[in-house]
């Protein structure tokens, strides 16, 4: 069993920035690909961002290229998702995910076995 907790989420001007962390617990996070995803109101949950296992590869949902950055510290079981140039439709609760097997980390929630409880993010205008 993996455990995840995110922090970081809150209220924040349109154009301005987040820093999202997800801690993890339990086996071992190194071996993990992990990802982030988010869920607005009335919306299915859509990919945001995921990273390999050793933070060498990254893939980002188009809409997130160049404002979103995704990056991991293995040494503290912690995962990253730094959020610049908000915009208010980037409102939702973010999650963070681990998937156990893939070697190359990809946008499909199918993949993804551990779920932390999410972090609310509200961007006004």
């Known amino acids: 069993q993996v455990q995840l907790v995110e922090s970081g989420g809150g209220l924040v001007q349109a154009g301005g920035s987040l820093r999202l962390s997800c801690a993890a617990s339990?086996?071992?996070?190194?071996?993990?690909?992990m990802g982030w995803f988010r869920q607005a109101p009335g919306k299915e949950r859509e990919f945001v961002a995921a990273i390999s296992w050793s933070g060498g590869s990254t893939y980002y949902a188009d809409s997130m290229k160049g404002r979103f950055t995704i990056s991991r510290d293995n040494v503290k079981n912690t995962v990253y998702l730094q959020m610049d140039s908000l915009k208010p439709e980037d409102t939702a609760i973010y999650y963070c995910?681990?998937?156990?097997?893939?070697?190359?980390?990809?946008?499909?929630?199918?993949?993804?076995?551990?779920w932390g409880q999410g972090t609310q993010v509200t961007v006004s205008s």
């Open positions: 995910a681990a998937d156990p097997l893939s070697l190359v980390p990809g946008p499909d929630p199918r993949r993804y076995n551990y």
């Open positions: 339990g086996r071992t996070f190194s071996n993990y690909a």
